[in-house]
């Protein structure tokens, strides 16, 4: 079996070669290839990864290259981990609408639309010369924002399934309040990538007993503190546990002024990087360094085995929260709507499972994202600054006009580099 990573030079990297290696029965991969245009990164992650092969007894071959079209030859699975413009870019998401008086943020708002103006022509790109080189693989896509980068993918017509690591990292979390194993919990998790709600928290599988009342009553404060909103806002919202990503929605004022008197997440991180790089470097170091969980994407390496697994037959497991076509499982939605669900995964793709009734203090603001989706994919298409500031408009973080007209015009003004039309 061989892998691709398109953005193999992340400091990401490591955390998904430890789970290839610590997994290998349930995804044996023979070769893995990194790619990455940043030569010195990704020689100084191809290094460690190497190491952490061999620490671990794993007999697969990791290659490096910055050719992309020989790093996708012959792949069976193609996973796209890459940014745009790097942690420079991320800096100016984050700051600039903040002048506005909007979240600055990379994934969602005018920061996250910024992300998917310069990413999705990139991604589209690599996929079009993966489908040329390799028209059977699976392209699996953790690039922000994943819900609208797939559907740019699907719509396209490539192989794709979009991961993220919210619905496991909640997996393992509320394993460890309740005493069980993570294979135990089974997520009836609803809605769009980075904009969900755990509905329900099953032991056993999709038709095991649903234990989220229990989990609320007993460590109902744990996890709203976690999600840093008020305990009663959970029962408010009907016993359901929002993605922390809600918080931008539910207390948006409050966000801005945080992000306001703190350095940049993009800050954080770039710093974070570049002590990374370093310990990489270190050719004795050969398991991923504790620090790498600071970093973020925590147990992206778990998913993203599950799921290219499923997706290429092997022993994955069945059900898993991916992102793919809504196909009407959601009935408010248009079926070419990209939704972030439980899935029946295996060859054929993911099916996602039925999902009950949905509140509509959920229902509405799905719907009113999903609008934004699809206006921010038809700018990130085919450009120009009316459809940016439709896109703006549309969304419920931004939704003035006059905050949509200057968030356009500094959105474009940061991102010239990487907008062919403007």
Same mark, same amino acid.
């Given at each position: 079996?061989?892998?691709?990573?398109?953005?193999?030079? =992340?400091?990401?990297?490591?955390?998904?070669? #430890?789970?290839?290696?610590?997994?290998?029965?349930?995804?044996?991969?023979?070769?893995?290839?990194?790619? #990455?245009?940043?030569?010195?990164?990704?020689?100084?992650?191809?290094?460690?990864?190497?190491?952490?092969?061999?620490?671990?007894?794993?007999?697969?071959?990791?290659?490096?290259? =910055?050719?992309?079209?020989?790093?996708?030859? /012959?792949?069976?699975?193609?996973?796209?981990?890459?940014?745009?413009?790097?942690?420079?870019?991320?800096?100016?998401?984050?700051?600039?609408?903040?002048?506005?008086?909007?979240?600055?943020?990379?994934?969602?708002?005018?920061?996250?639309?910024?992300?998917?103006?310069?990413?999705?022509?990139?991604?589209?790109?690599?996929?079009?010369?993966?489908?040329?080189?390799?028209?059977?693989?699976?392209?699996?896509?953790?690039?922000?924002?994943?819900?609208?980068?797939? %559907?740019?993918?699907?719509?396209?017509?490539?192989?794709?399934?979009?991961?993220?690591?919210?619905?496991?990292?909640?997996?393992?979390?509320?394993?460890?309040?309740? /005493?069980?194993?993570? =294979?135990?919990?089974?997520?009836?998790?609803?809605?769009?990538?980075?904009?969900?709600?755990?509905?329900?928290?099953?032991?056993?599988?999709?038709?095991?007993?649903?234990?989220?009342?229990?989990?609320?009553?007993?460590?109902?404060?744990?996890?709203?503190?976690?999600?840093?909103?008020?305990?009663?806002? +959970?029962?408010?919202?009907?016993?359901?546990?929002?993605?922390?990503?809600?918080?931008?929605?539910?207390?948006?004022? &409050?966000?801005? %002024? &945080?992000?306001?008197?703190?350095?940049?997440?993009?800050?954080?991180?770039?710093?974070?990087?570049?002590?990374?790089?370093?310990?990489?470097?270190?050719?004795? +170091? #050969?398991?991923?360094?504790?620090?790498?969980?600071?970093?973020?994407?925590?147990?992206?390496? &778990?998913?993203?085995?599950?799921?290219?697994?499923?997706? +290429?037959?092997?022993?994955?497991?069945?059900?898993?929260?991916?992102?793919?076509?809504?196909?009407?499982? +959601?009935?408010?939605?248009?079926?070419?709507?990209?939704?972030?669900?439980?899935?029946?995964?295996?060859?054929?793709?993911?099916?996602?499972?039925?999902?009950?009734?949905?509140?509509?203090?959920?229902?509405?603001?799905?719907?009113?994202?999903?609008?934004?989706?699809?206006?921010?994919?038809?700018?990130?298409?085919?450009?120009?600054?009316?459809?940016?500031?439709?896109?703006?408009?549309?969304?419920?973080?931004?939704?003035?006009? &006059?905050?949509?007209?200057?968030?356009?015009?500094?959105?474009?003004?940061?991102?010239?580099?990487?907008?062919?039309?403007?």
């Amino acid at each position: 079996m061989k892998l691709t990573v398109v953005g193999g030079g =992340s400091t990401y990297t490591p955390e998904l070669v #430890d789970g290839f290696a610590r997994l290998r029965d349930t995804l044996p991969v023979e070769e893995l290839v990194l790619v #990455d245009p940043a030569a010195e990164r990704l020689e100084l992650v191809g290094g460690l990864a190497r190491r952490i092969f061999a620490k671990q007894g794993h007999g697969g071959r990791v290659v490096t290259t =910055s050719d992309l079209d020989a790093g996708v030859e /012959g792949a069976d699975a193609v996973l796209l981990q890459l940014r745009v413009g790097g942690q420079a870019a991320r800096q100016q998401d984050e700051t600039w609408p903040l002048e506005c008086g909007c979240i600055g943020q990379e994934t969602t708002g005018a920061g996250g639309l910024a992300k998917a103006l310069r990413t999705v022509p990139v991604v589209l790109d690599i996929a079009e010369r993966v489908r040329r080189t390799n028209p059977n693989a699976w392209i699996i896509d953790f690039t922000n924002p994943v819900g609208i980068v797939t %559907r740019a993918l699907l719509q396209a017509g490539h192989r794709a399934v979009g991961l993220c690591n919210v619905a496991i990292g909640f997996q393992r979390k509320f394993a460890n309040l309740l /005493g069980v194993t993570p =294979s135990d919990i089974h997520l009836d998790h609803l809605g769009l990538n980075h904009l969900t709600w755990e509905t329900a928290v099953r032991l056993g599988g999709p038709e095991g007993d649903d234990v989220l009342p229990k989990l609320l009553a007993e460590h109902g404060e744990t996890i709203a503190a976690d999600l840093k909103l008020p305990p009663a806002l +959970l029962d408010r919202l009907g016993g359901v546990i929002p993605s922390y990503y809600l918080r931008y929605y539910y207390a948006h004022d &409050e966000v801005v %002024r &945080e992000l306001r008197t703190k350095p940049s997440r993009a800050a954080e991180v770039a710093a974070m990087e570049k002590q990374l790089l370093e310990m990489y470097g270190d050719p004795t +170091l #050969d398991e991923k360094p504790e620090l790498l969980a600071k970093r973020g994407g925590a147990y992206y390496s &778990e998913a993203a085995v599950d799921l290219t697994a499923a997706l +290429l037959g092997g022993a994955g497991n069945p059900y898993q929260v991916v992102n793919t076509y809504n196909g009407g499982t +959601l009935p408010f939605l248009p079926d070419d709507a990209v939704i972030e669900v439980q899935a029946a995964v295996g060859p054929s793709g993911a099916l996602p499972l039925a999902v009950p009734d949905v509140d509509p203090l959920f229902a509405g603001l799905v719907a009113n994202v999903t609008a934004y989706e699809e206006l921010a994919l038809e700018a990130a298409l085919r450009g120009g600054r009316d459809r940016v500031f439709r896109a703006l408009l549309a969304h419920p973080l931004v939704g003035q006009y &006059e905050y949509a007209d200057a968030l356009t015009d500094r959105l474009i003004a940061h991102n010239r580099e990487h907008l062919a039309w403007a």
